[in-house]
């Protein structure tokens, strides 16, 4: 009986040890795996650094402006008569021609004098 006891005490420690290394070669794995995502983590935020300074350089509005005047020279801002409004938006989707263009006739600017108190000099009356 007590070597019966015995042998399942020393069948459990070698269990035990076994499942011990494994554990541990599995937790050395996973740390190598690690190390080296976190290496190439670093690697990837390098890279991302050097390629927001180069958008950074390459987006320069006086580039960019210069790049325009030589790749095309003829653009030019769009005139008034070219923007349409919301009517014509709406025409177009349903795919029926958009109504004629007209200026705009804006009225003359005149001071809006309604609610202006005339200045009274001070100290005279």
Request: hydrophobic share 50%; charged share 20%.
């Amino acid at each position: 009986m007590k070597g019966m006891a015995l042998l399942v005490w020393f069948a459990l420690a070698g269990v035990a040890g076994v499942a011990l290394f494994t554990i541990s070669y599995r937790v050395e794995k996973l740390e190598e795996e690690l190390t080296t995502l976190n290496r190439q983590v670093l690697k990837e935020q390098k890279a991302m650094h050097v390629l927001q300074a180069e958008w950074g350089y390459l987006n320069r509005p006086s580039r960019i402006e210069a790049l325009s005047r030589k790749v095309l020279p003829r653009l030019q801002p769009p005139a008034a008569r070219q923007i349409g409004d919301f009517d014509g938006l709406a025409a177009a989707a349903r795919g029926v021609a958009p109504p004629a263009v007209t200026p705009a006739v804006t009225p003359a600017v005149t001071p809006a004098a309604t609610n202006v108190r005339p200045a009274v000099a001070r100290g005279r009356r």
